[in-house]
Each structure stands twice: as C-alpha cells, then as structure tokens.
C-alpha cells in the first residue's frame, strides 16, 4: 500500500486534491467511490466521518478539506516549492483561506437562491456576493499569481475556486479572472489532473453527498 492514498470522486472537489498531487510529483494511489454507497461505508467513514470526499491518508495521518490538503501537501512535500516563502505568506494564507471561506459561502449561499438582507450582510462573514466577488477580481488582478509573481499552492486552490466558478456560472466572467484562469489551467500538471479525472468520469453516476 503507498504511503499517500487519495480518496475522491472525479464529479467532486477532490478535482482540486488531484491537480495538487500533480504538482507535488509524489506516487499516490487512487481510491474512487460511489455516493451514497461507498463514501457512506463503514470503512470510509472511518476516515472521514463527513462522508465526504477529498481526503488523503498520508503515513497513516488523514487530511480532509480541500485547502487543508493542498496546504498540507505543500508543506508534506517541500522539494516541490508550492510551500510559501517568507515574502508570499500572508497572502498565501490570505487567499487560500479566503476561498475556502467567504468565497465558498457566498457562492454556496447564491446556488441555493439564499440572499441576505442588509442585516444578515453584517452578520454573515462574507457580507455579500458582490463584494466577495469585487475582492478576488482585486486579488487576482494584483499579480500573475495570488502570491506575488510565483506559482504556489494557493493557486491550485483559488484557481480552481474561479476556474469552476465561470464555467459553473457562480462567478462572472471578468477579465481577470480569465486571464488568471487561463493562466494557471495551461499548467501540465493541471492539464494532466484533468485528463485523469475526466478517464474516470463515465465510471461515476452523478449524485449529490
């Protein structure tokens, strides 16, 4: 068995994951399940008792949530050189966080027809769609990546966020989030993730978790 087993479902967010253990390089074995069905057994339970996917199983140690893995596997595998320097940490964590919370509430949030009033805005953490959404086009536009001018794995995981949001219709298609967008996706790690996910996408029914 590998030292890095990756739990997902090609239809899901562990898209995200397998771009990243792309990008890390490391050998990884794949293990697909069904919803419904084998993300609610028994034994992934044991893993992740969300009953959700991604997770990793790394040395024995498990990771679940997508920006902690991709974090995680940044620091887990240095000689990559996703991991922030000195210089790239604030926004690093800044950004990467940002997605994995107002920005993943928001959008959520709007999916679901939920609009806040005014007083839910000052109440929610994110406020409102649209200044979420003012933030990361700011965010994106400062630099060729979220960081400064280097690719890391805060990328991996707010490029994803705008990448599936434009194709998915929960974010607009400014300009710069194209830009970004195209600029990060055109990456053969990206490219390669892709392509494995999508091999295994007619093997997989869709559902929801």
Not at 107 to 132: C, H, I, K, P, W
Not at 155 to 169: A, I
């Amino acid at each position: 068995m590998s030292d890095l087993i990756f739990y997902t479902n090609p239809m899901s967010r562990g898209r995200v994951v397998r771009w990243m253990l792309e990008e890390v390089g490391a050998p990884y074995e794949t293990v697909v399940l069904d919803y419904g069905t084998t993300m609610k057994a028994p034994e992934f339970l044991a893993i992740n008792p969300m009953g959700k996917v991604p997770a990793i199983a790394h040395k024995g140690r498990v990771v679940t949530e997508g920006a902690a893995i991709v974090a995680y596997l940044a620091e887990a595998f240095p000689e990559a050189g996703l991991a922030p320097r000195d210089g790239e940490r604030a926004d690093y964590f800044r950004w990467m966080f940002f997605a994995a919370g107002p920005l993943e509430a928001a959008t959520t949030n709007n999916s679901f027809g939920v609009v806040l009033d005014e007083r839910q805005q000052t109440m929610a953490g994110y406020g409102s769609l649209d200044r979420v959404v003012d933030v990361l086009e700011q965010a994106v536009a400062a630099h060729p990546y979220i960081t400064g001018d280097r690719f890391t794995a805060a990328d991996v995981y707010v490029g994803s966020h705008v990448n599936w949001g434009m194709e998915f219709g929960s974010l607009p298609k400014r300009p710069a989030f194209e830009r970004y967008a195209e600029r990060i996706m055109a990456r053969a790690a990206a490219v390669r993730a892709r392509e494995i996910d999508d091999a295994l996408m007619p093997q997989q029914a869709p559902a929801d978790a």
